[in-house]
């Protein structure tokens, strides 16, 4: 086995929504998605990262109270949370396709320093830099 | 809120155009009124102080980078006049745009390894009074004359 991080999540208001961009527009699968009364533990992982799991989770009871799950919710959909970073061969290619499938790009493929970036946003507000690899 | 972030997406995109508020509240699908008050409830700024801290952050940018003289790079940013630019940029970073630049090109980075986004918010002016009021501060007593801070 490998050792290391395998499991990182991002807050997002809508779990449903959220695994269509993941996966119908992104290219993500499902890798867990596991329902205990209301709460559901979703993940997903990106075809050549067998070994890392990006959660989608819902700011909800019994993790947060209600009030919280609020402001989280908020907070997603001010752009405020930290930064999620995509690596991609060719940006432009990734670009043309995500844009085909209907993704919200908020910046559009520039090349600086050597590599071409891209930024997009998923449906809850999490904000993320396409960068073509160097 | 999600609409907001919207407006606010499309301004980071292009700083240099103007951004009234009637076209941002278009982009949010929002009435002109909400959306002035709700932008500063969101990100605690008036949408065009925001604009501001980023053209101001787009200029130093083009100034600590490039070798594009001044008066280019007021007008890439979306000034439409030089003195304006200069003294705007002043009251923001208590430096002339070419002071700014010579002490940046002298000082030397290592930011590459740091996606250009992220360097641009760090470089961001924290924007918390009107820039007429930062004048009225940092002014000893002077009265100089009343300029729009809209830019």
């Known amino acids: 086995m ?37 709460y559901r533990w979703l993940t997903v992982q990106h075809p050549d990262q067998p070994t890392f799991q990006l959660g989608l989770f819902k700011p ?8 919280t799950a609020a402001t989280l919710n908020e907070v997603v959909a001010k752009g ?22 209907g993704v919200e790009f908020t910046q559009e493929p520039i090349e600086r320093y050597g590599s071409v970036d891209a930024s997009f946003r998923d449906p809850s ?4 830099k396409l960068i073509q690899g160097r | 809120m999600r609409r907001l972030l919207r407006a606010k997406d499309r301004m980071d995109a292009a700083s240099h155009e103007a951004w009234p508020v009637p076209r941002l509240a278009k ?5 002109e009124a909400h959306f002035a008050r709700s932008f500063k409830d ?26 594009l003289p001044i ?13 304006t630019f200069g003294r705007i940029f002043r009251d923001i970073t208590g430096e002339s745009p070419s002071e700014l630049r010579s002490r940046e090109q002298a000082a030397g980075h290592a930011l590459e390894q740091v996606p250009h986004c992220f360097v641009s918010a760090a470089h961001r002016p924290d924007l918390t009074i009107a820039v007429s ?14 300029t729009e801070e809209v830019p």
Not at chain 1, 2 to 25: M, R
Not at chain 1, 125 to 128: C, D, P, Q, V
Request: charged residues 25%; contains cysteine.
């Open chain 2, 27 to 31: 982009v949010s699908g929002v009435s």
């Open chain 1, 125 to 128: 507000g999490n904000g993320w």
């Open chain 2, 133 to 146: 009021e930062k004048r009225r501060r940092d002014s000893t007593g002077n009265a100089s004359g009343e």
């Open chain 1, 60 to 67: 909800q009871q019994p993790t947060v109270d209600e009030a």
């Open chain 1, 80 to 101: 405020a949370m930290p930064p999620l970073v995509l690596v991609v061969d060719d940006c432009r290619a990734s670009y043309d396709r995500f844009s085909k499938a």
């Open chain 2, 71 to 83: 008066i280019n790079i007021a007008f890439q940013t979306g000034w439409t006049s030089l003195g």
């Open chain 1, 2 to 38: 490998s050792q290391g991080v395998g499991v990182s999540g991002i807050y997002v208001h809508d779990q449903d929504e959220a695994l269509v961009f993941y996966v119908d527009k992104l290219g993500f699968s499902v890798h867990t998605d596991a329902r205990n009364g209301d």
């Open chain 2, 42 to 67: 969101a990100f605690g700024v008036p949408p065009h102080r925001y604009l501001l801290t980023r053209r101001i952050e787009r200029a130093t940018a083009l100034l600590r980078d490039t070798d």
